[in-house]
């Protein structure tokens, strides 16, 4: 059984075969989550990963300083359209560039760059297919030390779709039997038996859980095939209902959100302040175990 939307990932093949084409543009999102006591983690951009090495005229993103709104006091929200766009502006995007968006250790954080540009309308982005770990591994061109500037493009936001859900839509889902909502952080978060917690522990009451490191094949990377994707999803009930995905600061659930696009699944939404808002609001109904 086959995506239905194939296009929204690329291998490695492809990518080396395109990687000089003047329409395509790569991107490393890579970003790091220190846990940290008082402040559940720092943010620690990849930058110095990337200029120790990166895939041949690759670009580095800053998802908190460069596509994030910088005035929200919870990270990584959603930015404005204008300020989106000047970001992609300032990289070289254009409405015709066909962006290529990776991470290193996982793929999070590249999906969360593609979710913005499928809410902002961009739809021709795709994200690489096992990352900087299965480029590196193959050998393929790579370079180290800052990127060089690419001329200014003129992208321009096509469309701010409904695609990000907020705290009043996730409180009306708790019990509607017509929307699954999906914790993509790792089985002992959800229970809130262990891992980072972003307040009180454990889950977002009435949701199921998904991991986004569980739509991975742990050998190569890569996302897992499209079967293997669809049992998954079909065991949390999510293929036939409305979805809502969340995770810590909706960077993880961006990846369950860009499966599920990928099997064709029409009406899902990512929660995009997550946990790092339900959790601290004791208002909010949460469930462990």
């Not at 297919?129 to 299965?134: F, T």
């Not at 370079?143 to 200014?152: I, K, S, V």
């Not at 961006?254 to 599920?260: E, F, K, R």
Request: charged share 20%.
């Amino acid at each position: 059984m086959a995506f239905v939307h194939p296009e929204y990932l690329v291998s490695t093949d492809w990518l080396a075969a395109h990687l000089r084409d003047p329409d395509v543009a790569v991107f490393d999102c890579t970003t790091h989550l220190i846990p940290a006591p008082g402040v559940t983690y720092r943010v620690v951009p990849g930058r110095e990963d990337f200029e120790r090495g990166h895939i041949a005229g690759a670009q580095f993103i800053d998802v908190q300083a460069d596509v994030s709104d910088t005035a929200s006091r919870l990270r990584f929200m959603r930015p404005s359209p204008e300020a989106f766009a000047a970001a992609m502006r300032r990289f070289g995007v254009r409405n015709t560039t066909r962006v290529v968006l990776y991470s290193t250790a996982n793929l999070w954080w590249a999906t969360r760059v593609w979710w913005l540009l499928r809410v902002f309308g961009h739809d021709n982005a795709a994200v690489l297919d096992g990352g900087w770990a299965k480029w590196s591994r193959e050998n393929r061109p790579s370079e180290t030390g800052p990127a060089p500037a690419r001329a200014p493009g003129d992208f321009t936001v096509r469309a701010v779709r409904d695609l990000m859900a907020d705290k009043a839509e996730v409180l009306a889902a708790i019990g509607d039997g017509a929307v699954c909502t999906i914790n993509a952080l790792a089985p002992a978060q959800h229970t809130g038996t262990g891992g980072n917690s972003y307040g009180r522990p454990g889950r977002i009451a009435g949701s199921v859980n998904l991991p986004a490191a569980h739509l991975l094949d742990p050998d190569t990377n890569t996302l897992l095939p499209a079967e293997a994707l669809r049992e998954r999803f079909a065991a949390t009930g999510a293929l036939d209902k409305r979805v809502i995905t969340y995770c810590g600061g909706g960077i993880a659930a961006s990846a369950d959100a860009l499966a599920l696009v990928m099997l064709g699944h029409t009406d899902v939404k990512l929660y995009d302040a997550s946990l790092s808002e339900w959790a601290v609001d004791p208002a909010l109904p949460m469930e462990t175990g």
